[in-house]
């Protein structure tokens, strides 16, 4: 079942239902920031201080990075503008009982044009299910070419960061975000202080591994992955989360970022696909 609804203040969002699970999906953004499986504990992490004002990216849920992750285009607000921009429900179908499918889309505009002058299609395609399925397509509509970086910012609701490891990045080459210094990442990820990379030549699934859980990330179209925890101080210095929010999630990014850059020629097309389960 497909529910358009709102919040007092008029934000907008789609409620999206099967039997196997539920996601809340805003139009902003085409922000994905609830999921759950049906009966279970939600597997993306809102802040708890989000106001879900218009105009202001959440924090929590899934961001959409595009068409620059970070300050990878520093011309841009950092990671873009699509994470506010106003999408359109396309269409949406109930696939079976226990899955549901939905695409939203967004064009570019006179004030979009002025940030970054180009003519594009993007198309966010969900299905949910136990699984959710992301794939963020890029259409160059314009008659020049252009660059874009991106990202799924997924934000993991996690029993507390001391419990977690990231299996799947051992071996890989990283930018270390902090010192700006590239190393190769030894075994699991585990974390005791602020953390921010950005690993690149990924082709494999990658594991979080809780307490009590596990979370698959198996991504397409991209090589690159982000993982980052703000940690105590930065923590406080964000937007939009407490103090020791930072205990409670932990962001891996499906990323196309830094060398993962794509160019689009006229006419041309990227999909960024990501598989949480
Ligand atoms: C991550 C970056 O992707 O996003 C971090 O690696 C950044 O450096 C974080 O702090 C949050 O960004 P924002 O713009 O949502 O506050």
Same mark, same amino acid.
């Given at each position: 079942?497909?529910?358009?609804?709102?919040?007092?203040?008029?934000?907008?969002?789609?409620?999206?239902?099967?039997?196997?699970?539920?996601?809340?999906?805003?139009?902003?953004?085409?922000?994905?920031?609830?999921?759950?499986?049906?009966?279970?504990?939600?597997?993306?992490?809102?802040?708890?201080?989000?106001?879900?004002?218009?105009?202001?990216?959440?924090?929590?849920?899934?961001?959409?990075?595009?068409?620059?992750?970070?300050?990878?285009?520093?011309?841009?607000?950092?990671?873009?503008?699509?994470?506010?921009?106003?999408?359109?429900?396309?269409?949406?179908?109930?696939?079976?009982?226990?899955?549901?499918?939905?695409? +939203?889309?967004?064009?570019?505009?006179?004030?979009?044009?002025?940030?970054?002058?180009?003519?594009?299609?993007?198309?966010?395609?969900?299905?949910?299910?136990?699984?959710?399925?992301?794939?963020?397509?890029?259409?160059?509509?314009?008659?020049?070419? !252009?660059?874009?970086?991106?990202?799924?910012?997924?934000? +993991?609701?996690?029993?507390?960061?001391?419990?977690?490891?990231?299996?799947?990045?051992?071996?890989?080459?990283?930018?270390?975000?902090?010192?700006?210094?590239?190393?190769?990442?030894?075994?699991?990820?585990?974390?005791?202080?602020? !953390?921010?990379?950005? !690993?690149?030549?990924?082709?494999?699934?990658?594991?979080?591994?809780?307490?009590?859980?596990?979370?698959?990330?198996?991504?397409?179209?991209?090589?690159?992955?982000?993982?980052?925890?703000?940690?105590?101080?930065?923590?406080?210095?964000?937007?939009?989360?407490?103090?020791?929010?930072?205990?409670? +999630?932990?962001?891996?990014?499906?990323?196309?970022?830094?060398?993962? !850059?794509?160019?689009?020629?006229?006419?041309?097309?990227?999909?960024?696909?990501?598989?949480?389960?």
């Amino acid at each position: 079942m497909v529910e358009f609804k709102k919040f007092e203040n008029g934000f907008e969002y789609v409620e999206v239902s099967n039997n196997a699970a539920r996601a809340r999906i805003a139009l902003q953004g085409a922000h994905i920031f609830h999921f759950a499986r049906t009966n279970e504990e939600p597997i993306l992490w809102l802040s708890d201080t989000s106001d879900f004002e218009i105009g202001k990216a959440l924090r929590g849920g899934i961001p959409l990075c595009w068409p620059s992750f970070g300050m990878n285009n520093p011309d841009l607000p950092q990671h873009g503008f699509a994470r506010v921009g106003m999408w359109r429900v396309e269409n949406h179908r109930e696939i079976d009982e226990n899955s549901t499918q939905i695409t +939203f889309t967004l064009n570019d505009t006179k004030q979009s044009r002025e940030l970054w002058n180009h003519s594009f299609l993007l198309e966010l395609k969900v299905i949910l299910s136990e699984t959710l399925i992301m794939e963020l397509t890029t259409t160059n509509l314009d008659d020049k070419p !252009f660059k874009i970086t991106q990202a799924f910012h997924t934000y +993991f609701q996690i029993s507390d960061i001391s419990n977690i490891a990231i299996e799947g990045l051992s071996d890989k080459p990283y930018l270390d975000a902090l010192t700006d210094k590239h190393h190769v990442q030894k075994g699991d990820i585990t974390f005791f202080e602020e !953390f921010d990379c950005v !690993f690149q030549e990924v082709g494999s699934e990658i594991l979080l591994i809780d307490k009590n859980s596990t979370i698959s990330i198996k991504n397409e179209g991209s090589s690159s992955v982000v993982v980052w925890n703000p940690w105590i101080e930065k923590c406080k210095r964000m937007s939009g989360m407490r103090d020791d929010a930072y205990r409670e +999630f932990v962001c891996i990014e499906s990323a196309n970022a830094f060398e993962d !850059f794509k160019i689009l020629e006229p006419k041309e097309y990227h999909t960024l696909k990501a598989t949480i389960c």
